[in-house]
């Protein structure tokens, strides 16, 4: 059935789902036909356009959105180029006269929207933004003078005071298709997916992208699962978390879905209640960066804490190269960033013991971690990423004292205490014992060679000293410390 009113574009970005999609459920209840379109943006000096992880996650994430909005009527439609110029023809083309989108995050992002929202409205066009990412607007929880927060839990208080976040939407029934078909661009012709060489087969292994996926996911992980969260949540050689973070990266799920899911499992089922609890504050994490972000949208180059601009960074590219490589000679690093390159995930425990080794014991710049987790994370989200980063370097909101540095032998022996995480992506240290697997530098010649391993050719000696390493960061911290009193 068509209808003789405008159609409506639905511009969908880091939104890729049915339910509970404002924008969607927008355009489907005002009955006009409606004209979904996904736009490839270029943008040579953008660094936050989605890196290679994220564009495998995006083709299949796409795929199956195009399917499921072929079902209820109207196609995905592609489009590549500026978005500003891609919406003003489309509008052209189909004479459409209204843009429903959901708000996303990042400096560069809101520039382009901005831009977008003046050149179509110079035509006629009206553009109207919606809250699909977050349980709250940005600006709407602040601490009682007004400011916003810059420390995690007052903030998480102040949410949960909070009348509970919406309900969310279900997906729309079906939409009314434009009179006229509308050309799209061809997936696969956006080369998304890499060939050669195809490095994606761990993440196909791990991952299967999409909402349905989504929506299972989540419902496998809050019928028993999140009752351990608590503990397993720390534990890497444990699947203990919900591993949402790439549907929700790529909005193919969204918060509210999680909160109503997770508080609606935790009533029916009282055992669940601390470890829904403990995964709702992680759900705030994300929150909180996000609001900061709004606040802060310099934050994904510039620490937060002045003092930290003049910080003694080193330049190290053979270091950065091993920690790239996950060849440190430190068992709980290297599986950390190998589990990273194979499946484009890491551990949150192991995120962190990860990072602090390379902003405290190599000196290197957090920004080269956060620019290589941008690049090779499926969940790559740039105010968690940037957040968290800053939180690790001690230049952020709620960050860690900058002298607290992560002992990545103890971090190991503590979180991954029979060396099955190691074991798995470090292989080549599988017959260590135990008592040797987070420190192969210190085993005897016996045990290393019974385990079949030579230290500097199987498997790299230590890069760095920790305890030297760890004395040089507190120096160099104390140096910009001095020059900030
Ligand atoms: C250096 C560093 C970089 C990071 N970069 C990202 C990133 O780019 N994208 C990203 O989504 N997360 C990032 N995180 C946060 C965290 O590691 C991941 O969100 C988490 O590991 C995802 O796994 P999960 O979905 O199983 O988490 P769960 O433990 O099941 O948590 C549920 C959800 O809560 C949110 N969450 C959990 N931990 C955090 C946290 N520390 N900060 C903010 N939100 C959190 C995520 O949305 C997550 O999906 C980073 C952490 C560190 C230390």
Partial sequence: MTTDQSPILVWFRNDLRLADNPALSAAAEDGAPVIPVYIREKDAHDPWLPGAASRWWLHGSLERLGKALAKLGSPLVL???????????????????????????????????????????????????????????????????????????????????????????????????????????????????????????????????????????LADFLDGPVAAYPVARDRPDHDGTSAMSPHLAFGEIGPRQIWH???????????????????????????????????????PDTPLDARFARFPWRTDKAGLRAWQ???????????????????????????????????????????????W?????????????????????????????FFRVFNPILQGEKFDPEGNYVRRYVPELEKLPNRWIHKPWEAPDEALRQAGVKLGKDYPRPIVDHGTARDRALAAFQEIKKAGD
Avoid at 334 to 355: E, K, P, S, Y
């Fill in 79 to 217: 489009r590549s180029g500026d978005p500003a110029a891609v919406l003003a023809a489309l509008a052209e083309e189909t004479g459409a006269d209204t843009v429903l989108c959901n708000r996303r995050a990042g400096p560069t992002a809101i520039a382009r929207d901005r831009r977008v929202g003046e050149r179509l409205t110079a035509r006629g066009v009206t553009v109207h933004p919606h809250n699909a990412a977050l349980l709250f607007e940005p600006g709407t929880i602040r601490t009682k003078s007004d400011t916003p927060f810059r420390v995690f839990t007052p903030f998480w208080k102040a949410l949960l005071s909070m009348p509970e976040p919406p309900r969310p939407a279900r997906a729309p029934g079906k939409l009314t298709p434009p009179a006229k078909r509308v050309s799209s661009e061809s997936l696969k012709d956006w080369g998304l997916l890499p060939t050669a060489p195809d490095w994606a087969g761990g993440l196909r292994e791990r991952w299967e992208p999409g909402e349905e996926a989504a929506r299972e996911r």
């Fill in 261 to 299: 899911a997770t508080r609606h499992a935790a009533d029916q089922r009282h055992e669940l209640a601390a470890g829904a609890e403990a995964f709702l504050r992680e759900l705030g994490w994300r929150e909180f960066n996000h609001h900061l972000l709004r606040e802060e949208p310099a934050i």
């Fill in 325 to 371: 490589r996950g060849r440190t000679g430190y068992p709980i690093v290297d599986a950390g960033m190998r589990q990273l390159w194979q499946t484009g995930w890491m551990h949150n425990r192991v995120r962190m013991i990860v990072g602090s080794f390379l902003i405290k014991d190599l000196l290197i710049p957090w920004q080269e971690g956060e620019a």
């Fill in 373 to 401: 987790f941008w690049d090779t994370l499926v969940d790559a989200d740039i105010a968690n990423n940037a957040g968290n980063w800053q939180w690790v370097a001690g230049c952020g909101a709620d960050a860690a004292p």
